[in-house]
């Protein structure tokens, strides 16, 4: 068995490709290759016994009364180990004595129980026999004479009350019992369902197998698939990476480029907008210095009206009269420097298009993917056909492999087991019935016991008499007495039999309760099977023994328990490497060499690529030389910073029209008032567009102060820049492409290498997944043995032996209170003056006979 599931897993193992050591830097794409098909077991190892669990409870707690000591552990190991021979010196020896007495010691809870229920088997029965000894010769409660006494009532409401209570107990134990032979029956019966789970999840587990393996061999397909997908997209992958590389340095030096070419086209609008500005600046404040002009002449003109002369408008006059020097130009733009030149040299630059040299730079370092895609065509086609050699080996290999017959074998040995248990557990079912059938009838000894006292209790109770005298008690009192004694005689025949039951089943049970169920279930018994040299002498470990060939190896009974009971798989739980090692016949070295040698061969050539030429480089130059540098901002900045004019022209004409009304109404008046409105006319016909050219000029100086200021160092510091990206392209890389080649291949590996480990982690833990062994071990042992079986065995010992106990009280109790109610043959009588009158004859007589009992 050991060597076929062996070749089992060989076949797991083998039909996969696997270990190579980590050697990627950078984690691949992380693969999904699903879940490992498995099915759902039926079989749930655990027992909830329902209410009658109340009573195993009970008894439990009794057995840790009796026994308190724990499991004896190295006690059991030292004697499984002892040599007891056939010498009778052998057991004098002083270490025999020892663990003989240690064994004692542990027992004595059960031996003294034991003791006592065997005295009570040897005794009980004797004093049973010498009572009815006594008795016949009138002793012992023989004489059917009573003797009277004062407290009589109370005495017999007293037995009377102690034998029903006794009768109470003992039916509680019996009814203990009679749950627990019934539970133990029918939990047997069902017992078949269980063990046809067991076999099913089984026949599941061995089932199951092929199609766990089919889909670990099928998973390499995703793995390929994923490394052909990257294969053919070498371009954006290993491309992509080698671009990334330089991008750091090339893309800053480019976009520099094309923003000095942007600038340049700034440059250009800049000049033209100054040469522009200023044209219209000079032309403008001609025309504007003429108006002004005339407004001043004619306001002079008015101002000489008589009609300034009256003392109302004098002073107002004055005063319009010495702020009309106010109503001139303030900048001038006459003197200004052209930019004729510098705009001449740019156009000159501009002839040729920058930008469009630079966007060829980018063109030829982003086509990086395609030229590394183009030059790799041929060796990724090899590669491609590797991959799908090395996919049908797997599948060719895995075709040769005995699988079926392997699990055939296996099947066989399932169905020859279920087969036996289909034709042995009808038998079972017999024995169970006899088992049953013997248990019931006992209980039926303890019932019939129990209806004579409870007949012999409720006749003697309801035919009482207190005005009746002994000698004559009515026939359903005297009927109680005798059903009484009937019930004490059964007892007397009945309880050592009981007891001899009781004592075995006590023994038994509760010696595989304390030693076999308490340890499985705390796995304390797995210690004591895995000690070394216990089962075998010559072997360390027997389990490795068995199923590994080397008891060398540390594989122990509570270690495989444990991992099935966790559902582990079969691999890991039985430390199958020792028989073969995933990792010598998971190796896939040779394919993986042989794809990194393929990939070792990819050279890429990127001489070609030109970030920007030398007409790009000296048009810059030109640029830095344009003279723009040489422009005299101050010039420009100082006259635009200036008003227009002197004076806001709408204040002034606002201010004019504001004396104007200050003035007699008249002709002078509506004079003012006209000049004021030539003035804003100007103002919004000149001036403003003057302002806006201003603004225009403002703005060009300043950016081409800003562009200007060190110009040359600027430009020569992008030249600076694309020379060193086209030297890093140039000198290094080869380095990059060699660099990340590694990286790529390694990332191509590392697909394999997650297939891998996914399918040893599978392996370990999820294929032939052993949770139907510990199933079949807790079904044995936790459930059939110890829930079904000693549970039910200890409740019925412990509800038999109560009865059995109770009986001796109740005995004692009956032959008492029988006296009581039985018809006595003679009474005794006494004078009424001597001792009251208490309802009998006053004749002084003793031993009167009864005329009833003597017919």
């Known amino acids: 068995m050991a060597m076929e599931l062996g070749l089992l897993l060989l076949l797991l193992c083998r039909s996969t490709i696997s270990e190579v050591q980590p050697s990627h830097k950078s984690p691949p794409g992380t693969l999904d290759f699903g879940f490992v098909p498995a099915k759902t077991y039926d079989t749930n190892a655990y027992h909830e016994p329902g209410s009658i669990g109340i009573l195993f409870r009970m008894v439990h707690a009794f057995l840790y009364l009796v026994q308190p000591n724990s499991f004896p552990q190295d006690l059991i190991k030292k004697l499984a180990q002892q040599k007891f021979g056939n010498v009778q010196g052998d057991y004098q ?29 040897l005794f009980l029965p004797l004093v049973g026999l010498c009572f009815c000894m006594c008795r016949c010769c009138d002793n012992c409660g023989g004489e059917m004479h009573q003797r009277q006494k004062k407290n009589a009532d109370c005495r017999r409401g007293c037995f009377a009350t102690f034998l029903f209570v006794a009768s109470l107990v003992i039916s509680v134990g019996v009814l203990c019992a009679y749950a627990a032979n019934q539970h133990l029956t029918s939990q047997i019966r069902g017992a078949k369902n269980l ?10 587990f061995l089932d199951d197998m092929p199609g766990q393996i089919d889909y670990l061999v099928s998973q390499y397909n995703t793995t390929k698939n994923k490394a052909l997908a990257d294969l053919n997209n070498v371009g954006p992958l290993l491309g992509g990476r080698v671009q990334e590389r330089f991008a750091k340095e090339v893309r800053p030096a480019l976009d520099a480029t094309l923003t000095m070419a942007g600038a340049i086209r700034e440059t250009k609008e800049a000049l033209e907008n100054v040469s522009v500005s200023v044209e219209v600046l000079q032309e403008g404040t001609e025309r504007l210095q003429a108006n002004l002009t005339d407004v001043k002449t004619h306001l002079s003109n008015t101002l000489s009206d008589s009609a300034c002369s009256t003392a109302q408008a004098a002073s107002t006059c004055n005063i ?70 090395v996919g049908s080996n797997i599948t060719s290999f895995t075709k040769r492999l005995p699988v079926q017959k392997v699990l055939a074998d296996f099947t066989i040995y399932l169905t020859q087991g279920e087969a036996y248990v289909q034709d042995y557990f009808p038998v079972v079912e017999q024995y169970d019935f006899y088992r049953w059938l013997g248990c019931l009838i006992l209980c039926c000894m303890v019932i019939l016991i129990l209806v004579f006292y409870y007949l012999g209790l409720l006749c003697g109770t309801c035919g009482y008499d207190k005005h009746a005298s002994p000698t004559t008690r009515g026939c359903v009192s005297n009927t109680g007495g005798n059903f009484l004694m009937a019930g004490v005689g059964f007892s007397f025949l009945f309880s050592w039999v009981l007891m001899i039951v009781v004592a075995i089943t006590f023994v038994t049970g509760g010696n595989v309760e304390k030693l076999v169920c308490e340890p499985f279930e705390d796995r ?25 060939k080397n008891p060398e190896i540390n594989l122990t009974f509570e270690k495989v328990y ?36 393929k990939i070792e061969h990819i050279h890429v050539n990127l001489s070609n690529i030109v970030l920007l030429d030398e007409i790009g480089k000296q048009n810059l130059l030109n640029f830095s030389s344009s003279g723009i540098d040489g422009i005299n901002f101050a010039a420009y900045l100082t006259e635009i910073n200036k008003s227009v004019t002197r004076v806001d022209l709408l204040s002034f004409a606002n201010d004019l029209e504001a004396r104007a009304d200050q003035l007699p109404k008249g002709a002078l008046e509506n004079a003012l008032k006209g000049h004021a409105n030539s003035i804003r006319m100007i103002h919004n016909q000149q001036v403003i567009p003057l302002e806006q050219a201003m603004s225009t000029l403002n703005q060009s100086i300043r950016l081409l102060q ?32 060699v660099q990340e080649t590694k990286k790529y291949m390694d990332m191509i590996i590392g697909y394999f290498e997650q297939y891998v480990e996914w399918v040893k982690e599978s392996i370990t833990m999820e294929v032939a997944a052993c949770k139907p062994i510990a199933n079949v071990i ?26 059995s106990i109770f009986l001796i009280p109740a005995i004692i109790c009956a032959v008492k209170l029988s006296k009581y109610y039985r018809r006595m043959d003679t009474e005794d009588v006494y004078d009424d003056m001597e001792n009251g009158n208490n309802g009998y004859h006053k004749e002084h007589l003793y031993g009167i006979h009864n005329p009833v009992m003597t017919r």
């Open 93 to 121: 020896k002083p270490e025999n004595v020892v663990l003989t007495l240690q064994a004692i010691y542990y027992e004595i809870g059960f031996i003294v129980s034991a003791v006592l229920g065997l005295l009570f088997v």
């Open 195 to 204: 063990l046809q789970s067991n076999f099913k999840d089984m026949r599941i």
């Open 320 to 389: 319009i009269r010495n702020s009309l020097s106010q109503l001139n130009i303030n900048a001038n733009f006459c003197g200004l420097p052209g930019v004729s030149t510098q705009l001449a040299k740019v156009n000159d630059v501009l002839k040729t298009d920058l930008s469009s040299l630079v966007q060829k730079g980018y063109a030829a370092f982003n086509d990086t993917p395609d030229l590394v895609q183009n030059q790799t065509r041929n060796i990724l086609s090899d590669i491609k056909n590797l991959l799908d050699f």
């Open 524 to 548: 304390t018994l797995f210690k004591v099977l895995d000690t070394p040299y216990l089962l075998n002498k010559h072997w360390r470990n027997y389990l490795s023994g068995i199923v590994l």
């Open 562 to 597: 444990s991992d099935c009971k966790e559902n582990k798989g079969i691999y890991t739980t039985l430390h199958l490497e020792n028989l073969f090692n995933i990792n010598e016949f998971l190796n896939i070295s040779m394919y993986t060499e042989d794809v990194s040698l």
């Open 706 to 737: 800003r562009t200007s200021s060190e110009l040359m160092v600027k430009v020569k510091n992008v030249i600076s820049a694309v020379d060193a990206a086209q030297v890093l392209i140039n000198n290094n890389a080869s380095l990059v492409i």
């Open 778 to 803: 807790d079904t044995a042992v936790d459930i059939f043995l110890c829930s079904y079986v000693i549970d039910s065995v200890n409740t019925f010992w412990f509800g038999l032996g109560g009865c």
